[in-house]
């Protein structure tokens, strides 16, 4: 009698953790996420939680079905209670990207809020995609990506192997947001990491982050290859308003036509793609 009634108990012990366990992952399936920010917003997805993203910041460019979605602004634009109106179960966000007031009103809202570092060279890549899978509890999608962002690094290395720089050129990335407002990357940005991930040398050095560009810089670093973002590059009227820039018409690019540009996120982003960004830079800085 009581061997029956302890296989009973045991039973009915291993019913109810089932049951919680099946009630967590119906739960889970069913999340209504904000991402905020692009990098995490691309690892979420690749991770297979699209459906779930009811809304997500104007840096979430890729996958392009995102920029369907309802907008909640950028960084400092964002207000607490158009987050809330929302809805959402979570809000998954780059450290920084929300303001001190807009993650207090998000607490005392009872809305889970998880922060994670944004990656600024391939090494903290991988450690992005392992914590936000490990979040999510998809630890198994989580070390394919891996495999994949290791074969695409394997990729690079292989074509930089393949085709060696004597030489390196001299790479300027320049963020552009119209004539009036023209910036040069310096040391610790994602430019400098990129452009020597794909075999360049930063033409911008001896200064950090970004500096306004002037003609006399322009002139003396005397870049190979000028590199913008696609948008940047449009707000300047295109390759063809690059000559505007004054100073540029002195420079090697300018005059061999070497102007670059790519996806914004897609080259500063350090998500799941960065080693094919590398690649494609490192392509295109050797088509001489």
Request: contains cysteine; proline residues 4%.
């Amino acid at each position: 009698m009581i061997s029956r009634l302890v296989l009973v108990v045991i039973l009915g012990a291993f019913v109810a953790c089932n049951t919680k366990q099946v009630s967590e992952e119906v739960e889970k399936k069913h999340w209504k996420l904000i991402t905020a920010g692009g990098t995490v917003s691309e690892v979420v997805v690749s991770l297979g939680y699209l459906d779930q993203i009811i809304a997500t910041d104007i840096t979430s460019t890729f996958p392009v079905s995102l920029q369907q979605l309802p907008s909640i602004g950028y960084r400092n634009q964002i207000k607490g209670e158009g987050l809330m109106a929302l809805g959402a179960d979570m809000i998954l966000a780059e450290e920084g990207y929300l303001t001190e007031d807009v993650l207090a009103q998000l607490t005392l809202a009872g809305i889970q809020v998880h922060l994670f570092k944004k990656p600024t060279a391939i090494n903290e890549t991988y450690r992005l995609i392992e914590e936000i899978a490990s979040f999510l509890e998809e630890e198994e999608k989580g070390n394919e990506l891996i495999l994949q962002l290791q074969a695409d690094q394997a990729a690079l290395q292989t074509y930089l192997q393949a085709n060696p720089l004597a030489d390196p050129p001299a790479v300027a990335f320049i963020m552009a947001r119209g004539l009036e407002t023209v910036f040069l990357a310096g040391d610790d940005t994602f430019a400098a990491e990129i452009i020597q991930l794909a075999g360049g040398r930063p033409a911008g050095t001896g200064f950090k982050d970004f500096i306004p560009l002037t003609p006399e810089a322009l002139v003396s670093m005397n870049p190979d290859y000028l590199l913008f973002f696609d948008s940047g590059l449009g707000t300047i009227g295109g390759k063809d308003g690059v000559q505007q820039i004054k100073g540029v018409n002195q420079t090697t690019a300018f005059q061999q036509g070497n102007i670059l540009s790519f996806d914004g996120q897609y080259l500063s982003g350090f998500g799941p793609r960065v080693a094919q960004a590398a690649l494609d830079l490192a392509k295109a800085i050797r088509k001489n």
